[in-house]
């Protein structure tokens, strides 16, 4: 069965800005939808702000195995009540890709318990980006590097927490690095994050960026049943305990639920 | 110079029931900081819930190099602009010790990116924490385990990130195991769970558990420089690159600030 | 296409002990074998260390997806040049399963950098070896633990080094504890020791220590392109720099090759 | 007390060649050990591949807290004996900083269980290290990152195991990167290496090396009462188990000692 992936967009630059709309007529989300479907093995799907609920549905979000996630100029308008339930699913089990000035969104930050900050500048500047970890599932089909002609600049220290996994590291023709492929694990969710993607320039239609999203969303899914008790705090009563027990010692007098 | 710990308690079981105020008449917190004072190189101050601002103002906190913190009955009382102001500390360089309950404290929650739930029992049952990690600053002086006769069972799995290091596991009575003692960093804090502490058995005035404590207030302090500067975007303008750079490629029409 | 899994059994002390024999007619490494083979998807053979080159021939090797390891009384009788072997194989993409007392072999402990020490009881006690990871490829098809009732204590501290993740970690009868289940990567390969296994108790014809051995088959397997250069260091001349260069600073006078 | 550092230097070049000697007339570790004197709170001292059992008897490596090792023309005129004696003392509690081509030393590989290959240019370019962790001990005293003139290139991939922390990545003038500053722990040792250091520039002059270098002697530097007894397996006997257990099941014959 192929992995069910869903592109969020935030489409906000390709409804106001001419440029963009130009690079990414379908927007960078149709565009890098249509770059995973390439592959047989993943059924890509795109949402976006606009929608009701974001095109992010309880329904939806269920049968999503791996969300990409875009955004820039609109991280405060996505609802909290979404984030949560985005939140949840990585939880669960359900992958998550996170791109570019997503970085700054608040699924992302809520995840990793950091600022997630960094520098930037736009300059169009050259991005060699470095295969550290040439074994990895998401390196697969690559060279030792990918070039980007055109990139915004993303330096360190990027304040996230020490990765699971260091991908990638770019240099940049302006003199800084970045760490721009990493991984995390929450819950049951494997996450990870990729810097290239600028709004403005054509990166999302180089076909070794296609590449890299491709091998992501096969790694981020995970197989498993879903752990959906995972936020469940649960009391193992004395006599369900697996070892016979004697209970002792004090209690509150009037002893509150818990969890 | 003295490392500057506070211990803050929720304060609610003490003043509500019986058998905690018994126990620990001078508040859980009064218990721990006393604990801490008996080492020379910690001074140890309390706060609590109650206070204004629950003894956090924001002066206090950028003089406190290690936040220790108890909390149970009261989670969801606790101001989230308070919860703000610790998450910023931590980042910058602030240790924070979690301890028992406080698992589900929001500060903990928000620092994980995960549920943090987990199992528990109240039967009071007979707890032995393995030492994990012998050359840990945070075991130093003590024996292979420490025995805690009566202790809450807290079990697996414990829905936190993978850990830095796992210092301590502990087996139980009615056979659970758990992950008693994690460290994590987040931003230039350093983070210490320890699972024990049950407010109605006298684990805080167990000599063991006070080394425990001690040792961690000296692990989590991070006398660096501290790292103000964290969650602040910095723009690196082309002429201020390290490397010359001639400026190419399309912007966006209206460029919003961005960080 | 299946994944390749070779079963290695040092095969001793099914030649020399009568009880042995009698609960593995067919060899420990036998019984595993078999276990795995139940799924259509691992083709498993096996290999002892009777067989010239300890059945381990470079040909066979490289068709190699995963090696099981078993062994207990003769590591030492283990050929340096056989272990240099598997090492090489490991860091090129080849899975390693660890199992039991292999924890002393030669190839666990080049691998790690550490003695892989512990503690250990033959007291046929009970053991209860808990999910701690339950969206893990290995943990999957389990209940939230293993009880095994007749096995060997093996007790913390695992002098291993800290690993990528903690997939289970074991109660037992008398009060220890100990990480059953751990994972880490060296080069391209995925390494994860599984702790029960003593050879007096029919511990290899438990249905959930299939299931496990199966997961950790598919979990241990990469796909990857095999990683064949990851010991070749390699000299990158100035003209094939990818940004122009022009060389400065002074040389060895008789530059000896390095590497 | 003052951390006791010995500072380890093959000493090969500094004896042939010219252009070394004219550098580092009293070594580079001659040098390396009057930089780290700078700090009152660090006692320095060399030691050399010529000296009997290379400087480093049983009697001075357990009275050193801190171990710096540069090697690289004669990596195999190190003695095993001596390269298992260190291990075991890191192991123990000693810190290791490996610097430049000691990534090819044995103790280096030993540590890592990894080729710990890499790849180089000699063309004295220039190298900008940027600091990643700007929290961590081994940042302290310094800006954002620090230039180096003069380097040779190490490139990535870098056959490492996955660090505990990534605290410097470098930018290479040539298109290259490298993580330069990376942390593990092996027992109860710290271990850091740091890449700059070819022996025919004057890196070791610089004063941001000496604070890095200083700095990491206190990081690695782990006062906890050594783990002498980190490579001793040990039998816990039925009746000192910590819970009452009656044995039970099947045992070899002949039961060989184990360990």
């Not at 700054?104 to 980006?129: D, N, Q, V």
């Not at 929450?186 to 296609?210: L, M």
């Not at 981020?220 to 027990?245: C, F, M, Y």
Request: aromatic share 10%; hydrophobic share 40%; proline share 5%.
């Amino acid at each position: 069965m192929a992995v069910r992936a869903v592109v969020w967009g935030e489409n906000v630059h390709e409804q106001t800005d001419r440029i963009v709309r130009e690079l990414y007529p379908e927007g960078m989300h149709g565009t890098i939808a249509a770059a995973l479907s390439q592959d047989k093995a993943i059924e890509a799907t795109t949402a976006t702000l606009q929608e009701p609920e974001h095109g992010l549905t309880k329904a939806r979000l269920a049968e999503t195995d791996v969300l990409v996630w875009w955004g820039h100029a609109a991280h405060d308008k996505v609802d909290d009540a979404i984030v949560e339930r985005i939140q949840q699913r990585v939880w669960e089990g359900m992958g998550l890709i996170v791109l570019h000035s997503g970085h700054y969104s608040k699924i992302f930050r809520r995840l990793m318990g950091t600022p997630c900050s960094l520098k930037w500048r736009e300059a169009g500047e050259r991005e060699r980006i470095w295969v550290i970890n040439p074994g990895h599932r998401i390196a697969q089909g690559l060279g030792e590097f990918i070039e980007i002609e055109t990139t915004e600049m993303y330096g360190e220290p990027f304040a996230v927490p020490e990765p699971m996994e260091t991908v990638f590291v770019t240099w940049y023709e302006g003199g800084e690095v970045f760490r721009s492929g990493l991984t995390w694990q929450r819950g049951a969710g494997r996450i990870f994050y990729f810097s290239p993607g600028h709004e403005t320039y054509p990166i999302y239609h180089q076909a070794e960026v296609h590449q890299v999203l491709r091998n992501a969303v096969h790694w981020a899914h995970n197989p498993a049943k879903q752990w959906t008790s995972v936020t469940v705090g649960r009391n193992i009563p004395t006599d369900k305990a697996r070892e016979k027990l004697i209970e002792k010692g004090p209690k509150l007098a009037s002893h509150a639920p818990k969890g």
